[in-house]
């Protein structure tokens, strides 16, 4: 069977040119980049080639470019690096009410020592307000991290406006661009303090990452050792995923544009197709500003683990994006921000598109999924007649 997948908000396919270039590294370039022979300045050239690649892609200088092991490793080193740097075990740190975890755990780590974070609320589509940021700010505080796009229902934040405002507060701003970085045009040129991305999101290796910190902000190092990354984070270098996540930077860079408007395309097909198709479905999220590859709904009467289940048997790959995880038996945090009931954010789907996925997958996808919730009303004790009590819903 051939297998489609849609969970590229999950992770990507590596990029055959990236991989082909790792190889190299694995197999020939295993020098370390400290060494003074030439194996050493082979593979410290090609760090340095990747952090200009990176770089390039946002507007930075190669030398505000942090490699670190993946977006959480940035977000944690900007957030607790920033604040304990400049906070002076104190302060008032601002974000969203819907950040992923890799902020949200390091903000409640910072409370629990003695910051105090202000955690603002979204409206229906999950959007911040500029004006809302603004009325946050205090005079106590250090840093403002708000995300460039959520990765459950992918509606895009108003960075710039927010960025302009803090600059003109003098606040640093940190964004967490993990899901945005290669999928949408971004320049940290507008005022950004500090932005966290991932490689594999967009078609490079996992287990590798960068922050980008502005020259003049200070960090305090989350990771004590042999002194690389300028001190910031030790640690030999992860050469062939350092390369790959410069080789994916390079590929996004160059075909970005055509790239963007070939997935916005697909995604409208899936939204107009799965509105127009299933009786009693919902977009999530905005339905402009969001990511380019990225299409989330909630389905009454039914859950999401549910289609996600019965799709993976006819080989579509799909995620909640929501709903209980595996580990905990939550509704998403931020479909429950949006101000969806419990029950509404359990019966949710997130198809998020990459590079390799066509028109005709997406066409295979719907044809597919307007049974798939056909079959499963069918089997729900709820319906229209009998819809969940308000109130009534359980995880
Ligand atoms: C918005 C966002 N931030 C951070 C992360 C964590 O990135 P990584 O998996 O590279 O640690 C993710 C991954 O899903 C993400 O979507």
Same mark, same amino acid.
């Given at each position: 069977m051939n297998r489609i997948y849609l969970d590229n908000s999950a992770t990507t396919r590596t990029d055959d040119r990236v991989i082909d270039d790792m190889i190299l590294f694995m197999r020939e370039g295993y020098g370390n980049p400290s060494s003074l022979h030439s194996f050493g300045r082979e593979a410290n050239r090609a760090v340095q080639e990747a952090r200009q690649r990176v770089a390039g892609l946002i507007g930075a200088q190669p030398d505000e470019i942090i490699f670190t092991s993946g977006g959480t490793e940035s977000d944690n080193l900007a957030l607790k690096g920033y604040a304990l740097a400049n906070g002076r075990k104190g302060g008032h740190i601002i974000t969203s009410s819907i950040e992923h975890h890799a902020v949200l755990e390091p903000c409640r780590y910072l409370e629990k020592i003695g910051f105090e974070v202000t955690f603002l609320p979204v409206d229906e589509f999950g959007m911040i307000s500029?004006?809302?940021?603004?009325?946050?700010? @205090? +005079?106590?505080?250090? %840093?403002?991290?708000? *995300? !460039?796009?959520?990765?459950?229902?992918?509606? =895009?934040?108003?960075?710039?406006?927010?960025?302009?405002?803090?600059?003109?507060?003098?606040?640093?701003?940190?964004?967490?661009?993990?899901?945005?970085?290669?999928?949408?045009?971004?320049?940290?040129?507008?005022?950004?303090?500090?932005?966290?991305?991932?490689?594999?999101?967009?078609?490079?290796?996992?287990?590798?990452?960068?922050?980008?910190? @502005? +020259?003049?902000?200070? %960090?305090?190092?989350? *990771? !004590?050792?042999?002194?690389?990354?300028?001190? =910031?984070?030790?640690?030999?270098?992860?050469?062939?995923?350092?390369?790959?996540?410069?080789?994916?930077?390079?590929?996004?860079?160059?075909?970005?544009?055509?790239?963007?408007?070939?997935?916005?395309?697909?995604?409208?097909?899936?939204?107009?197709?799965?509105?127009?198709?299933?009786?009693?479905?919902?977009?999530?999220?905005?339905?402009?500003? @969001?990511?380019?590859?990225?299409?989330?709904?909630?389905?009454?009467?039914?859950?999401?683990?549910?289609? =996600?289940?019965?799709?993976?048997?006819?080989?579509?790959?799909?995620?909640?994006g929501s709903a209980c995880s595996t580990s905990s038996l939550e509704p998403s945090h931020v479909l429950l921000a949006t101000g969806l009931m419990p029950h509404q954010a359990h019966g949710s789907l997130r198809i998020s598109l990459g590079r390799f996925n066509t028109e005709e997958e997406a066409r295979i996808f719907l044809d597919n999924i307007s049974e798939v919730v056909s079959i499963l009303r069918e089997m729900s004790p709820y319906n229209e007649n009998n819809p969940i009590a308000p109130g009534g819903d359980q995880c």
């Open positions: 500029t004006a809302s940021v603004e009325e946050a700010i @205090r +005079k106590d505080t250090v %840093l403002i991290s708000i *995300m !460039h796009a959520n990765n459950e229902i992918g509606t =895009v934040q108003p960075i710039d406006a927010i960025a302009k405002l803090a600059n003109e507060k003098g606040v640093p701003f940190h964004t967490d661009a993990v899901q945005t970085v290669g999928r949408i045009p971004l320049d940290v040129s507008n005022g950004i303090s500090m932005l966290s991305m991932s490689g594999h999101k967009f078609h490079g290796p996992k287990g590798v990452g960068a922050l980008f910190v @502005r +020259k003049g902000i200070r %960090l305090e190092t989350q *990771m !004590h050792g042999g002194g690389q990354e300028k001190g =910031v984070r030790s640690s030999t270098e992860n050469v062939p995923a350092i390369v790959g996540m410069g080789k994916a930077a390079e590929i996004a860079g160059e075909e970005f544009d055509a790239e963007s408007r070939r997935q916005v395309r697909i995604r409208d097909m899936i939204i107009d197709g799965v509105l127009e198709s299933v009786p009693r479905s919902f977009l999530n999220g905005h339905r402009s500003e @969001r990511l380019p590859n990225n299409a989330h709904f909630r389905f009454d009467f039914i859950e999401g683990e549910g289609i =996600v289940l019965h799709l993976d048997m006819r080989g579509i790959a799909v995620s909640t």
